[in-house]
């Protein structure tokens, strides 16, 4: 199994960005599709986006797009989350995932269960 360790998470003021890490170890990195999910306070867990295994398909959650961008360096064993024009109801625990093989349709990568192995997550919080 790979296993993931995300960063990049902080405080941050309404409007500003953040790009958040998630670097992996273990097995090829390459041969995963990646996906990050956040949770905030008193709610479910909730897909935020999913790339596939070359970074040329990339699915992003209607509350994020435009907003939010989903990437890869397969070199640097490394997805990245950046996130422009933050609000606070973007404050959340952010989670990285991955699902071994390849991108699968949006309904399928939309769902935690659809992973295999989780992050510990990085704390986002946006207030003035």
């Known amino acids: 199994q790979v296993q993931l360790v995300e960063s990049g998470g902080g405080l941050v003021q309404p409007g500003g960005s953040l790009r958040l890490s998630c670097s992996a170890s273990?097995?090829?990195?390459?041969?995963?599709?990646m996906g990050w999910f956040r949770q905030g306070p008193g709610k479910e867990r909730e897909f935020v986006a999913a790339?596939?295994?070359?970074?040329?398909?990339?699915y992003h959650a209607d509350s994020v797009k435009g907003r939010f961008t989903i990437s890869r360096d397969n070199a640097k064993a490394t997805v990245y989350l950046q996130m422009n024009s933050l609000n606070p109801e973007d404050t959340a625990i952010y989670y990285c995932?991955?699902?071994?093989?390849?991108?699968?349709?949006?309904?399928?990568?939309?769902?935690?269960?659809?992973?295999?192995?989780w992050g510990q997550g990085t704390q986002v919080t946006v207030s003035s």
């Open positions: 995932a991955a699902r071994w093989g390849p991108l699968k349709d949006i309904g399928t990568m939309r769902k935690y269960r659809s992973y295999d192995t």
């Open positions: 273990g097995r090829t990195f390459s041969t995963y599709a």
């Open positions: 790339i596939g295994r070359t970074g040329v398909t990339t």
